[in-house]
């Protein structure tokens, strides 16, 4: 990609040239005061900024719905800033903050801490998630009304790395939040059928005599929730679906009309349960990797839109951390500088699902009018360019999070972001993060 000055540097905006939106035939795109003014081929420049986007695809600005961006609390493995231009350089355009930070995110004072750090970066929008219980402890319900009135009005809530386990709390939460069409979204796993839990159970984890964390610890709580949701009415959205059988359930039901959503990480639609195999700790992860066969029927369920997204679970930790023992690392993996090129290895270019799960859908379940759509006439330039000709060898050193527990480390995959633009101004250009 060029990019060269037609008429001085004060001009009026950004022209893409060349780019197919989603795939379709090339077009330019003319960007004006944050938002698309002209679309067409060959279109006056009139002193725009020119980007040559030949053979490149525009696809909406990437939406995350799970983000751990470890401030206030670990700034030494992420910072809002430092995870927003992982984010940018992803694709991505708005993330979700999950709210397990310290302190955590169970107050209005905290949640707006978070976005108001979120517009001082200004690379992504970051809309932050609320606790659902006071200090993620499952005892008492935080303040969620205080947080959906706060400036970062709060739609999510969730107390991830937890799960709602008491069920009078979660159906409490759930009516609380059906009054502002609130999201309680649950990270699925039955505390008690986890205990000690270090990788999937099953066939490895016996041959490696590893404490297994059983499927069933995450279907169980699935079929609690989405039978609770029915009954209250409101909405769910189950966090990092990862085995099979949640497929099924959460197939079942759909099809009875339950206000349910869920997501799949990117590694969770690549890797299994071998990897433990290396005892490498990068490859610790809750909902831990599960086997080939439900690597299988994750990818058939996202396509088929049983699974609604693909979030990353971006979980930056510092090395003391992750290089230790298994048994003693903590779980998580790096996500959002790899998120799209693993989904492109796994799905190939079908840009219309892939605008779909990581954009429009997230976009739409956590209520962010201003993203989610395609470059059109009169709506926000919230926007990535994709190379899809490009591979590239992953280096963790080369990442732009505090955090080097990428799972990807030497792997070719396929595409690179060269371009993301946040309301018409550019996070990303050439490849390169432009603050
Ligand atoms: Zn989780």
Redesign the pocket.
Known sequence: MTESTAGGDTGPGYLIRGARVVGAEPTDLLISDGVVVETGRRLDARGARVVDADGLVALPGLVDLHTHLREPGREDAETVESGSRAAALGGYTAVCAMANTSPVADTAGVVEQVWRLGREAGLVDVQPIGAVTVGLAGEHLAELGAMAESAARVRIFSD??HCVADPRLMRRALEYVKAFDGVIAQ?AEEPRLTEGAQMHEGEVSTRLGLTGWPAVAEEAIIARDVLLAEHVGSRLHV??LSTAGSVEVLRHAKARGVRVTAEVTPHHLLLTDERAASYDPVFKV?PPLRTGADVTALREALVEGIIDIVAT?HAPHALEDKECEWGYARPGMLGLETALSVLLAVLGERWELIAERMSRTPARIAGLAEHGRNPAPGLPANLTLVDPAARRTIEPGELASRSRNTPYAGLTLPGRIVATFLRGEPTVLDGKAVR
């Open positions: 991830d790395g990270h966090c990092h809750n679970d």
